[in-house]
């Protein structure tokens, strides 16, 4: 059985449930070590001093925040602790919003929660069905490995989720960061109504287990082929970009191709 990476208890109104928090996902990238080329020798990272040379350990290592000036303030990680929010390890629940009013880009990180013995299943399920039958997230506040969270928990078939959220100014505005972004006003004409006859076309419901990491799957064939001595077959390359002068008969072609392969 999984292992809790974090345990305390949500707390909403006069209500406290004690819970274990679990990783929800896995992350299947490859992980690769660095070597100079030519070599079989390893690249090793050090913690050095910049004025002697010499490598720093671990626990002599501080914080230091740049205040400008080429000044810094030093902190230390006591320091940090003792300022830390939210000591008690709970998860408070501050209210409960319409899930649907959640933009996707707060989302950041999923994890599953479970209650922390047999004895608290009872209000975890009344927690878990109230939720499901109202369609509501509960937004609260959460303090893991010395840093604060903003989340949403939601149901999710049998069990309660818990998504960490960015906080709004953590969210970039596209005007202020983008370039060659189209106008306000609204497209029109054949080309949008060829547009939304390609979507319509395209259209099908949600199933994740259609999809999987091909990319990882090439890596992974990559290092068999090398390792073999074996030939490495790469990959076409993409498209190139439409001309707005093409648009029109792309979306034709692309309709057209949709059709032929659904008959």
């Given amino acids: 059985m999984a292992r809790a990476i974090w345990s305390g208890s949500i707390n909403f109104g006069l209500v406290s449930i004690p819970v274990g928090l679990y990783s929800a996902t896995d992350d299947h990238t490859i992980s690769f070590h660095q070597f100079q080329r030519g070599t079989a020798d390893r690249i090793r990272y050090q913690r050095i001093n910049e004025r002697t040379g010499k490598e720093v350990d671990y626990s002599d290592i501080v914080k230091g925040a740049d205040v400008g000036g080429g000044d810094y303030v030093i902190v230390e990680p006591d320091e940090l602790d003792a300022i830390a929010p939210g000591r008690s390890r709970s998860i408070d629940v501050t209210s409960f919003v319409d899930l649907d009013e959640i933009d996707p880009v707060h ?12 004895q608290y299943t009872r209000p975890y399920g009344l927690l878990l069905e109230a939720m499901a039958r109202t369609n509501r997230a509960g937004i609260a506040t959460f303090v893991m490995r010395g840093k604060e969270y903003l989340t949403a928990i939601r149901a999710d078939e049998g069990v309660l989720a818990l998504h960490t959220l960015f906080f709004a100014d953590e969210i970039r505005n596209p005007a202020d960061e983008l370039d060659n972004l189209p106008d306000r006003k609204p497209a029109g004409g054949k080309e949008l109504d060829m547009a939304k ?7 099908g419901s949600w199933h994740p287990q259609d ?3 091909t990319y990882t799957e090439r890596v992974e064939q990559l290092i068999d082929d090398k390792r073999r001595g074996r030939e490495i077959v790469t990959e076409a390359e993409p498209p190139e970009p439409t001309e707005m002068s093409d648009l029109l008969e792309a979306l034709q072609r692309s309709i057209s191709s949709v059709k032929r392969k659904a008959s």
Avoid: N, R, V
């Fill in 107 to 118: 989302f950041q990180k999923t994890y599953w929660l479970a209650p922390a013995g047999e």
């Fill in 211 to 213: 999809y999987h990491d």
């Fill in 197 to 203: 006859t390609l979507i319509e076309s395209m259209s």
